[in-house]
């Protein structure tokens, strides 16, 4: 399939581009390279060997989009396109209503005027909020906990409503659980703006030095070592998950709701001393009172993928602890790994 990439060029994009194309598909990348650095497209080159066709543009350019769409052919759009900072989305909602809502609303105007009737959308297990229990199934209740989890949910919405009445022939709506890792080539990475809000980056730049502790939100939550627990997922994984989802839903025209996890929580001090056995580093931590907003347990219930498209995570926490090492490091300039 020839597929275009809202987003592609940022992290999970990026990850999911390099899959796509060693799967065989054609991936075409437009990104306004708000959150993306200049030289991913090089770097998917070297990694792929193949050259990648980047149309820089915001997704809330109708014409510039469609224009796009129209071009290349497409059969399919995967949108990563959005912001994802929660802090940020409470500081300037507007921001984050035009950006997340508007430009998915854009995007699917463009879909529509050229004629393309199938997406994968980046939804976030953010939108369960303060969930009742874990392992969380898709039909639980969703509950909306701050502006970003707000927009996810809204723009799942909007798509679920579209294929419902038939403005789009096929639809999947992924609920990532917390992606961490990077390409085992360390060519492709995330690369967070400034300190950075999640725990995995966080405990690189202590590792590699650039951070001298980590602080642990909380140590008093109900779980094993009154520390919070998360469902991390290798971001290979969730690329793969993103072909197999597009391929299902294109294959039998139907849409979905599923999410996208181990199965399996880890604690933040599970997460620490996985990272220092494996990279032999020593990560210093700080216990530190909870942070707002944060949710003592979460973890998926992953068996529909399985079901619907024999999805399942292969890689474990020690994978994503080496990977996400490895590439920390090598922006870092530490050749020990
Ligand atoms: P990212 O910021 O690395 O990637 C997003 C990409 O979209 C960037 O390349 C950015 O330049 C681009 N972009 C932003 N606004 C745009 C616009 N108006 N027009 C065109 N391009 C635009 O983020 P990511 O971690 O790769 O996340 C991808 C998607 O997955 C997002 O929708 C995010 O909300 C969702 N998600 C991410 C996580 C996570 O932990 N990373 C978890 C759940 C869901
Ligand atoms: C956060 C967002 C969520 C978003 C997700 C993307 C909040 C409240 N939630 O989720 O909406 O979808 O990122 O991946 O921001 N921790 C520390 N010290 C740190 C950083 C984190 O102890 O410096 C702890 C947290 O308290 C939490 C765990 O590590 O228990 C994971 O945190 P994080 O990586 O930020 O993910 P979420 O909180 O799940």
Known sequence: MRIILTGGAGYIGSHTAAVLVERGHEVIILDNFVNAERDVPARLKSLTGREITIIEADIRSTEAVTAALQAHRVDAVIHFAALKAVGESEADPLLYY???????????????????????????????????????LENAPTRVENIYGRTKLVMEDLIRDLARVGKLKAAANLRYFNPVGAHPSALIGETPRGVPNNLMPYVTQV???????????????????????RDYIHVM????????????????????????????????????????TVTGKTIPVSIAPRRAGDVASYYADPALAQRLFGWKATLNLEDMCRDSWRWQAKRAGINDV
């Open 237 to 276: 994984d969730l690329a793969v998950a993103h072909a197999m989802a597009l391929e299902h839903i294109c294959g039998n025209d139907v849409s979905v709701t599923v999410n996208l996890g181990t199965g399996h929580g880890t604690t933040v001090l599970e997460l620490v001393k996985a990272f220092e």
């Open 98 to 136: 035009d950006i997340n809502i508007i430009g998915t609303i854009r995007l699917l105007q463009s879909m529509q005027a050229a004629g393309i009737g199938r997406i994968v959308f980046s939804s976030s297990a953010t939108v369960y909020g303060q969930p009742d229990s874990s392992p969380i």
């Open 207 to 229: 590792a590699t030095g650039e951070r001298p502790y980590l602080n642990v939100f909380g140590k008093d939550y109900p779980t094993r070592d009154g520390t919070g627990e």
